[in-house]
């Protein structure tokens, strides 16, 4: 019996001997820590200077609005296409810097386009420098890390490849174009599961070129990075977000915040100012919206998409970033015996010049004849009064046909049923009222079955073809939307946008819908003549909750209705207390044993927490609840 008890105790603190060392990994490493195989990238000395020099030499992207205007929208989120939250997950390989690029890109091509297509991450992967196919080891690839500039210039180098029509990017859901390479590390011998010769490239999206900019002008000017931040947010791009964490500590201090808290509490990266980098590591994520909608400033927050798939306490895979903070915050680095200074944040804006009339990825509808004239027709669902509609009409812009109507923004004054908007040439015998002007187009724009009393007011967005531009002598500041009232013709305030590949695209608000005549201003330049002023007036998109119809379909097909996405300010949570682990009752020796070893658990969690608690104490603005 004694021999029996013997072997049990010595069993027993064979088992402690163990099991200390498995419940500390389990602990602190699975539960505690929550270390996700998030792929971050580590950047040696060289690399850091590398991102630093394309970040200051990086264009600056001025946004076409302005913050400070009278109604600017206090809520933004913007929804960028993706298969799912879950799937945007980029495991273990480190190319988060593609997925965040790729996000900026996709959302650029939905605003060009009018559809949501899930642009493709596999396809950069497979492609550039083959995936690490073949070449000499170790070798720079996807999942060794990048930044925005060689995101850009690789693509504008069409991914190293000589595929027909490129550069161009494809759909997520190309055969084998879905994400395949999570389980790869930035080991130097790893390569893509994916080679990139059995991807296909149909259908595809054309650009001209791709650039990356910064989105901050002045980062020690909290107010003005603040403004310009929203200022592209509410054109309803994304912005590409890359943070550095100087040393293992404060990825740790990420990680749990990440693993442990819930989407409603705000991060606060400014207290790693001043800190020495040693082993650091980067992340490139997606900033998506804002919300300034509390009265206290030091409550609003950045919205931003991780690519670290989702969880329990995160199922959109989403943060809160503290919007009022230190945007100058620095990390340092010893090179020899100087100090170097990098900021902590920075901000990219994806710059893409699409190609016009491209072959759509789903729903495509070529425009309809009627004796002549091309029509087109979107329908919305039911709307509440206020709500904003996007019609996308996407119109093409050919050399017969210089104008295109681009997509039609209503706000109704009442609630509306299913709404079709039609678009149609127009024409008119009275030439009269265009003396002066040359004329590009003139087209109708109906609600169909709407009382005009129902209508707030509209936003018109349209492209003219530069070559018809360069063919009359004039320039994007010659160019205005005219509107008939009540047979009189009137100027609309117009604002030049930006150009895409060899068209011009322009934004015009409206008080009502009729016909309207893409024109030039009296002053427009004409053999030499002075250029006209752009007007000032910013259109600002309303972005609470929206409806975008479905992609063209000419009048003479069937209509395909659109799907309603209502977009609801998030609820913010509580962070929880950590529930006490319960401690088991003595008895036999060896129920003795393992209430030791549960007593060593609660030692270590207890100890564990206190460490939390003492992060906490001295960083408190780190984990700010938003309540």
Known sequence: MAGFLSRILNNGLFAITILIPVLYTFLVVGVLATDPDDGVFTPDYQELDEYTNDY????????????????FPAYVDNEFPKTSYADWDQGSCGNCWVWAATAAVTQSYKLNSGDDVPISVQFFNSNYNDGNIGQVKPHDWACTGGDSVQFAEIYN??????????????????????????NITDAPNTTTNMPKDQISTTPHFRFTSMQAKSGV????????????????????????YSIYWPNTTTLDTFRDFWGNYPEGTIYDPSYMDGILWENGAAHDIVIV?????????????????????????????????KMNMDYNASFYKLNETREEWHTLQEFWIIDVNWMQNQEPASNNA?????????????RSTPVPAGQSINFAINEPVTSGDPVGIVS?????????????????????ADDSAFAGRQVADIESIDLVGVNPSSVSSGTITFAVSGSWMREHGVTAGDIVLMRNHDGTWAELPTTFDHVTGETYNFTATTPGFSSFAVATRLNATVAGNTTATITETATIPVTTTGITSSPTSPLTAPVTAVTTQTTTVPQTTVVPAHADIPAGSAGTPFLRIVAGISGIAIAVVGGLLVRRWWIHRQNPALFRKYD
């Open 56 to 71: 200051a030499n990086a264009g600056f992207y001025d946004s076409y609005l302005y913050a400070t205007s009278p109604g």
């Open 157 to 182: 180098d069409s991914l190293d490849q000589s595929y027909p029509d490129q550069p161009f990017v494809i759909p997520w859901t190309n055969d084998n174009a879905a994400y395949a390479d999570s």
């Open 217 to 240: 002008n002045d980062p020690t000017n909290a107010t003005e990075t603040i403004n310009d931040l929203t200022e592209i947010l509410a054109e309803h791009r994304v912005i590409v």
């Open 289 to 321: 919206g804002y919300d300034k909608t509390s009265p206290d400033p030091n409550d609003w927050y950045w919205m931003v998409q991780n690519s670290w798939s989702t969880s329990s306490n995160r199922p959109h895979g989403q943060f809160r970033l």
């Open 366 to 378: 070529d425009p309809g004849d009627n004796s002549g004239s091309d029509s087109y027709v979107a």
């Open 408 to 428: 039609v923004g209503v706000i109704p004054t009442t609630a509306l049923g299913p709404t079709d908007l039609t678009v149609a040439d127009a024409d008119t």
